[in-house]
């Protein structure tokens, strides 16, 4: 029980660290661009043609470390706009907390800047969180959502995920995250400034309502792993409260499923079975 107990506090580490023209201010290797957005320089990516989708990482992660096995799949068929948030990989930070709201807002803005009147989107742990904001606050801009291994309530998840926000470790950050960080950004503190208010927003989480979920109109797929942190119990009341909401469970960790970083397995197949699987969702009729 001791090592399940450490396993469970080291989990939110893993976890968390698992437009127009005139805006545009640089292009970078990666054929990234930035928008000046809500006094935050915010940097993003667009690949491929055909309808709009937007990826938004999971917490302590980067376009890269969550999307990079599932992203080329995507751009064949839809215009894919990948999107780092506050303070995250390319991203500026602004002098103030990150918040869910924030970063919905944020996304919204960016496709208002872009001319883009609506969009799927498809967002991953903290990510998913963001999407869920967006269909509350922005349902103008909201096609379909995919919210993928996210939760809406503190209860979704064992306790002792909670306990290890309460004296949480740099150390226990995975070094993948760090790495890619790292190839970003050099300066150390502008990593430990991630780190702290990617914490500090988990550590002061509160629960959506149910009326709050109840409220997002948007068609919504809903997915976790087998082995995921979200139980399925949780997962499948999300499903249900969402008006038009479905769901999947599938073989897998925390965003193993879709080829995270954390879960280096070249040889899987998942990531294709799991594109397959959004691609239906969004183009089936609802």
Do not use: C
């Not at 969180?129 to 096609?143: C, E, K, M, S, Y």
């Amino acid at each position: 029980m001791k090592n399940v107990n450490n396993t469970l506090t080291q989990i939110p580490l893993i976890i968390m660290a698992m437009m127009t023209a005139s805006n545009i201010q640089a292009q970078t290797k990666e054929q990234g661009q930035y928008a000046q957005i809500n006094g935050i320089k915010m940097y993003y990516e667009v690949h491929g043609t055909g309808k709009p989708l937007v990826l938004i990482h999971g917490g302590g992660s980067t376009i890269k470390t969550s999307f990079s096995k599932v992203l080329p799949i995507f751009a064949k068929t839809h215009q894919v706009i990948a999107v780092e948030l506050q303070a995250h990989g390319h991203t500026g930070d602004r002098d103030a907390p990150e918040t869910f709201k924030q970063d919905a807002d944020d996304v919204a803005e960016l496709l208002k800047q872009l001319n883009i009147p609506k969009a799927d989107i498809f967002g991953f742990s903290n990510g998913g969180q963001t999407a869920l904001q967006l269909g509350i606050d922005h349902p103008d801009r909201v096609n379909k959502l995919i919210v993928a291994s996210a939760f809406y309530k503190r209860d979704a998840v064992p306790a002792g995920f909670w306990e290890g926000f309460k004296n949480p470790q740099f150390s226990s950050m995975p070094q993948i995250y760090k790495d890619e960080y790292a190839k970003i950004n050099s300066d150390p503190a502008a990593l430990m400034n991630m780190f702290n208010k990617d914490v500090q927003r988990m550590l002061i989480f509160k629960d959506w309502t149910d009326d709050q979920i109840r409220s997002i109109q948007a068609p919504t797929l809903v997915v976790i792993g087998d082995r995921d942190l979200p139980t399925p119990e949780h997962t499948a009341q999300m499903a249900h409260v969402l008006p038009h909401g479905r769901l999947a469970i599938l073989p897998g960790g925390h965003g193993e499923y879709f080829g995270e970083a954390f879960f280096p397995d070249k040889d899987s197949k998942m990531p294709e079975i799991f594109a397959a699987l959004v691609e239906d969702f969004l183009t089936m009729a609802h």
